[in-house]
């Protein structure tokens, strides 16, 4: 028997080798390091990294996961599970119950043969465990966590990798991820997971290319183990591409064959004995690795001999200790080669044989992962054409992955559950429970997975099928989810929600009715109905201290200090939020918390205090991501910090914050509110265009319903806009509808109109007349001026236009100096220069516009800084003109630039520069995408020839 053709050593990949071993060196330093290699199915991604972690000094302990492409929807955890199952194997169980927390773990269904006390917690504490287990093992000698097939992740697997990407920092453990890249689909999840982590400097992106002509030769001469014939060799190098398998498979073919790959790869396996063929088939219908034991039950018969033919062969590989297809290609061809009662058949085999097994766990500890078999049983009843036993396995399996709070994985495997239900008559008997109520739980696990459409489709079919007067309760709980959820998409749902309070009077569930209270003041707080808020907000307070809980405290905690921040009490807002934080810290509540570090932070820019709110809201940020919230709370807190970093005039890092937080793909109304971020900052810097489409973006995310905060702050972008562009008779009637809207449309927002009112500044200076229209508004909001300082240096602008006097300017000027404002700073200099002008004031116009022109110089505002020279000019007073920044560079970026000239690891680079290793690697991505390089080497190349750094660089 001929075995089959496979090459005993790797060929080429040196780069890939010398890249892999230089993360393997960072983590052992203690920088964060993660390598993802991706690229077409059989182009050596398993190879390269069998081959780089066999090269690897300090012997590292590898541990492996896969992900399976059956049942990938409804099995959460699965390549981690294998990953901490080895773990169990490298400490033993006694060492494995000494290193989990004394109080219980979540992890209790990964080892059920340990029998250990399971505690709730989420995902987060889940998250936490998993990274304290790496942590340790990491202690005493360094570790490779290899996670292979991304492209087939379970939602929750996706985001613990991203968890554990985010957070290895200062552990000496390399996490590894192989991606079959070639076949995703646009909007694939892996495609998300891609740009989310290649943007990170500590990510490692290998893409796997074909091998060249004569790497393909020297395979083939692995394999023969003597010269490859160059005829030969070229020929199946044009017919493979330089892809290796395909390679392999056609050095047994003839060279005149018209075989497609499907074909050829059947044909490695046609020789094998009949026993060893059924026993292939069984592995490839199983997808994921199976034990021995079950592949016995499921054939009937001793399995070694054709097992040992197998693995000689090199058809199947030992993965632990499961037996896997040693290519999922091969895997593929030979079940699709399958016809489909085949297929159904042995599915059935499986399903049951996985059945009696979870029946003997369930007496007695075993080695299953109860869980995830619950899942795989699910799929393989489902395969087999048996939605009556599958059911309650896949109903089982929703439930285990609420408890380890694996959302989506729930809501797929209920989906399954409803979309069968029809096909099973006594589908409700059988697992127990209503049609309502499955469909109840979909909704809840759509509104925690964050699935806002898929979410009211379901709470909408729900709620066909329940009874306002025999349930009320349970018809109020998914009144108010359609209502939040709605919310999320277009801002409606407060009908709904007012709806569902109705049906919970006082005093019967005092608990849900706090909870819809709440929900119904948040939305109230986004229409900024805050008299509506207020009530609501009260009475769910009320009703969390009659109830004595503390996550019921924290949410309705929020909308009160929404209230008082609206109000222009700050300080009083800034109080609640911080009880809200510790509260639903306190509660497990991590969403709660941290939308009230949220708002706390919308609260300190309004009242001026924009470093503060910097600062408070990049912390809030980490813990996003510390918690895996850092798509959805993450996202939101990134457009707080970035309005921050835009008053203070550092657009740079404003555009890189937000750049970071889409990378993440976050929900389109948060994506919107972020691209309106850029498109404030661009259009300050002249690019109108595409400032321009980004408005228009924005405008058609939030439709006809949008906040009413969002109205004036985008009408006076417009006005901008028009300004800039010298279209002043647009700019003035978006400036009279903007204000007749504001003044007619019921409570005035103080603070957003004052956008309106700058705008409007900023267009009467250009305009040959004032706008009476601004001075009515100028008058409405003169209260407000007393409670937030950016209102009032909005006035004093306002009212630097209308007189036009060195001295209104120049309280203007001082107003937005104190703010530290730099944009608006400047361009009230440049209004104080003009007035200085006008008066004779050389000497002080030409202060003046020296200063402004410096400022807009750094923040490459170009408009303004073409109007400076153009009045330098006309008045004869040339300013000193510092050079732009090259390439972009911030001088911050241009600080590390030269640190890292010198060769130093990121880790080393913060230790110097008393920042995060995290910051640096930032940094350091930054950099390297300024310059349109790929590697620190050619930036440090880069930065010497155009002598970068700054000490070759005035500043």
Known sequence: MAPTVISPVLVGRTDELAAFRTAYERSRSGESATVLISGEAGIGKSRLVTAATEQLPGDPLVLTGGCLELGADGAPWVPFVSVLRGLLREWGADRLRAELPADGTALAQWWPELALREVAGGQVRLYEEVLALLDRAARNRPVVVLIEDLQWSDASSRELFVYLARNLAHRAVLLVGTIRSGELAPGHPTRQLLRELGRRAEVTRLELGPLGRREIGALLAAIDQQPADPLISSEIYRRSGGNPLFAEALQDASTTSAADLGTLLLDRVADLSPAAQQLLVTVCVASRGVTDEL??????????????????????????????????????????????????????????????????????????????????????????????????????????????????????????????????????????????????????AAHAAGQAVLGVDYATAALADLDPTTEPQL??????????????????????????????????????RSRLLSWTAFVQCIDDDRSGALTAAEEALDLAERVDDDGLRAAALLPLGWVESRAGATTAALARYDQARVLATRAGDHQVALTASQWAGLALVQAGRRAEAADATRAAQQEAERVGLARSRGSILAQNRAYALFYLGRWDEALDVVDDALADAPPPRYAAVLRFVIAQIILRRGESARAEHLIAETEQMFGARRPAAFQPILAGLRVRLATQRADLDSAHQILQTGVHRILTSGPVLQYEASWLLLAGAHYQQTATKPSPELAKLRHTLTPAAALWPTVAAALTSFDATTTNTEAAWQTATTAWRNLQDPYELAWTLTGAATAALAAGNKPSARDALTEAHSIATDLRAQPLLTHLTTLSTRAGLPTDRPTPPPFGLTARERVVLQVLSRGLSNAQIARELYVSTNTIATHVARILRKLDVASRTEAVAVAHTHNLTPTNQTE
């Open 295 to 444: 592949l016995s039950e499921v054939i009937g018969e001793s399995i070694d001999e054709p097992l040992r033919e197998l693995l000689d062969r090199n058809q199947v590989a030992l993965r632990d200790d499961q037996y896997v297809v040693r290519h999922d290609l091969i895997r593929e061809a030979v079940y699709a080669s399958l016809l489909p009662g085949e297929r159904r058949r042995l599915h059935g085999r499986f399903a049951r044989a996985i059945a009696d097994r979870l029946r003997v766990s369930r007496r007695q500890a075993t080695s299953f992962h109860t869980s995830t078999e619950s899942a795989v049983l699910a799929v393989h009843w489902f395969a087999a054409g048996e939605p009556r036993p599958a059911l309650p396995a896949a109903w089982g399996a929703a439930r285990a992955a609420r408890r380890q709070a694996a959302y989506d994985e729930e809501l797929n495997l209920v989906g399954r559950i409803l979309a069968a239900w029809s096909e099973v008559d006594d589908a409700a008997e059988l697992l127990g429970v209503s049609r309502s109520e499955v469909l109840t739980a979909a909704v809840e």
């Open 475 to 512: 018809v109020a709980w998914v009144l108010g989810l359609k209502g939040l959820l709605s919310n999320r998409i277009d801002n409606t749902g407060l009908e709904e929600l007012s709806a569902a309070v109705d049906l919970v009077a006082p005093g019967s569930a005092d608990d849900v």
